[in-house]
């Protein structure tokens, strides 16, 4: 089983990566730009082969033609163990940083979220088997290549994880805008702690909820009440990291 990956941005860091192994690179034949260039060199480097094809073969591979003139054919993706994320957080030497996803569909903003993840220095990223948006193309390229560097588990009950994570001395983290939750930004955000990110329409699921240690909600000042998931979970992943380079 393989999948694509396209784009340059995503394609670069797929070579750089470790988690999915590269197959075979796809260029565009014609006039190609440097950063394309560039790519097909590390693949050459890596001792990926390189193959020309007509643009319209791209477009069929990945099903539109916003590939940028490359496409890379890469393993399938492998989701890793829960075990592999506490190993990977315990090998840091760091405080514990995780996010949760429960049930979000959208393949825009769950790659959105990998990408913050990855950017903001977390261990891993958790999201439920049923009900949820798999790893696709899509996630791929929105992602912007952080799945290459990023483990993603897929758990069956993510409040049965939340409790595991807890007897690991975690913090559970709810992001909720509703009354009762507190401010973000007064928010005991030290430690080891996991965010969690509830679905694009209904948000948290109740019995996620229960399993939240605390729920936070991030203040807003204009007339629209919410904000994206994937805009409000990378706020929240980077007032982590102020606290973190703070203190």
């Excluded at 033609?65 to 957080?89: C, I, N, S, T």
């Excluded at 948006?133 to 409040?159: R, Y």
Aim: hydrophobic share 40%; aromatic share 6%.
């Amino acid at each position: 089983m393989s999948d694509f990956v396209y784009g340059v941005n995503p394609v670069s860091e797929a070579l750089s990566g470790s988690l999915r192994p590269p197959i075979e690179l796809y260029a565009a034949r014609g006039h190609r730009s440097a950063r394309l260039e560039q790519v097909i060199k590390a693949a050459q480097e890596n001792g990926v082969p390189v193959r020309q094809r007509d643009r319209q073969d791209l477009d069929r591979m990945v099903g539109h033609a916003h590939h940028q003139g490359v496409v890379l054919k890469v393993e399938a993706f492998d989701y890793a163990d829960f075990d592999d994320l506490l190993k990977r957080w315990r090998d840091s030497g760091a405080p514990g940083f995780f996010i949760a996803l429960d049930g979000l569909t959208d393949p825009h903003n769950v790659g959105a979220i990998i990408r913050s993840a990855e950017s903001a220095g977390c261990h891993g990223v958790i999201t439920v088997r049923d009900r949820a948006c798999p790893v696709t193309p899509v996630v791929d390229k929105a992602a912007a290549g952080a799945l290459a560097h990023l483990p993603l588990c897929q758990v069956t009950n993510l409040s049965r994880t939340l409790d595991d994570l807890k007897k690991e001395g975690f913090w559970t983290f709810g992001l909720a805008g509703d009354e009762g939750s507190v401010p973000l930004y007064d928010a005991g955000l030290e430690g080891n702690l996991v965010l969690v990110v509830g679905s694009e329409g209904s948000g948290l699921r109740q019995n996620v909820r229960k399993h939240c240690d605390v729920l936070v909600g991030i203040p807003m000042h204009g007339e629209v009440s919410s904000l994206n998931a994937s805009v409000a979970a990378a706020v929240a992943m980077f007032e982590v990291v102020r606290r973190r380079l703070k203190g």
